[in-house]
């Protein structure tokens, strides 16, 4: 079962400005993870934010997470081409028993920064 | 490093058929999974491992099994090839620091699987 959902789906716009996804999630969480997608590739880890964080940079990205209302957002500014991928948020499923780390993904949001 | 390798990067079967897809990672972490990708599903768990010698059922299990005989490789195999098993899969392995909940996640390149 999918726990993160992004919004929106598909994003488009032009090259300089900012992009600004945004997941929701459903049940309590350790952490939340972003990850990019370039097109036939695997997926690379970007950013992670902790439960008791409530805002993260790195570079050009900047990552907030409400756990009141279960929801996080990227924004990647001044964007550039090379930026165009699919984003995906991550929820940390712990289970303490079995000592495992599962991550839960969500569907996704297609960028396309137009040159 | 070469981080995270599968082989194959393509294969089409056909409906049973049994294959096996290879994942490597030479960054010494206790943790790996196998995921696929659907279109508009985005990334769903199959089996993973937490150890040497050790596997766990995901998300969606039916139809796969894994192995985990060696820490750096995780072998996920099919044994009847269905149609649906159509996909795209990434291996993917995960460490520990320390007792600290990290759990950042590095992915293979991907399989391409076809079955017809």
């Known amino acids: 079962s999918q726990q993160g959902e992004e919004d929106p789906q598909a994003l488009s716009i032009q090259e300089g400005e900012n992009a600004t996804m945004n997941c929701s999630y459903k049940?309590?969480?350790?952490?939340l993870q972003w990850y990019r997608q370039n097109s036939g590739r695997g997926l690379v880890h970007l950013i992670l934010?902790?439960?008791?964080?409530r805002e993260k940079h790195s570079g050009r990205l900047r990552v907030t997470l409400d756990t009141s209302k279960k929801s996080s957002s990227l924004l990647i500014t001044a964007s550039r081409a090379a930026d165009t991928a699919s984003y995906f948020c991550a929820t940390d499923a712990t289970y303490s028993g079995a000592g495992s780390y599962q991550l839960t993904f969500g569907k996704g949001t297609k960028l396309s920064v137009i040159p | 490093n070469a981080g995270v390798t599968q082989t194959p990067k393509f294969r089409v079967l056909k409906t049973g058929q049994s294959m096996t897809l290879l994942c490597a990672q030479d960054m010494n972490h206790e943790y790996m999974y196998w995921y696929r990708q659907d279109p508009g599903m985005g990334l769903r768990l199959i089996h993973y491992?937490?150890?040497?010698?050790?596997?766990a059922k995901g998300e969606v299990p039916d139809g796969y099994n894994v192995s985990r005989l060696k820490k750096q490789n995780f072998l996920l195999g099919l044994e009847s090839a269905a149609p649906s098993q159509t996909s795209v899969y990434f291996c993917?392995?995960?460490?520990?620091?320390?007792?600290?909940?990290?759990?950042?996640?590095?992915f293979g390149p991907g399989t391409r699987l076809t079955v017809l």
């Open positions: 491992s937490v150890g040497e010698g050790t596997t």
């Open positions: 993917a392995s995960s460490y520990l620091l320390g007792t600290v909940s990290y759990n950042e996640q590095f």
């Open positions: 934010i902790r439960s008791n964080e």
């Open positions: 049940t309590s969480i350790n952490n």
